[in-house]
């Protein structure tokens, strides 16, 4: 399971596309660790919009994000054998881990006043499949 808020700011480039920066804290929970990995990732990212209708009120949109985590906080992880008493890692993660992040989040969006708008759809991303919700203003 993962957790994940991001913030996003970005320069519309035309009615069509848009470039920025995205921001994300990341919180997963291996249950065959069992462990907790905490992350923040930060990356560029390309949102392309395909706007049905004349009115712009609904938009079919895809955001692509590349750019680079950081492991800065980590629980679990190690498991003790009971026969042995010999402590095993058991995840590929670690403390000050560097990571490569990427996401993809295809969604619909709806303009409901002015330029307050409401994101919904899946998210695919190198550590995480879920669902994304989000408002842009």
């Given amino acids: 399971m993962t957790e994940c808020p991001a913030i996003t700011g970005g ?36 949102r392309r919009y395909f706007h049905l209708g004349h009115k712009d009120i609904v938009a079919l949109y895809c955001d692509f994000a590349i750019g680079a985590g950081y492991v800065y906080k980590m629980y679990g992880g190690y498991m003790t054998n009971v026969e042995t008493g010999e402590t095993v890692k058991t995840t590929d993660y ?15 969006r709806f303009r409901f006043w002015k ?15 879920g669902l994304h919700l989000g408002v842009g203003f």
């Fill in 11 to 46: 320069v519309r480039i035309d009615d069509k596309r848009t470039f920025g920066l995205m921001v994300w804290q990341g919180k997963t929970w291996i249950d065959a660790a069992p462990a907790s990995v905490y992350s923040i990732s930060t990356g560029l990212y390309m």
């Fill in 94 to 108: 670690s403390k000050g881990d560097v990571l490569f992040a990427a996401t993809l989040q295809p969604g619909i």
């Fill in 115 to 129: 330029n307050l708008h409401l994101f919904l759809g899946p998210t695919v991303s190198t550590n995480t499949i």
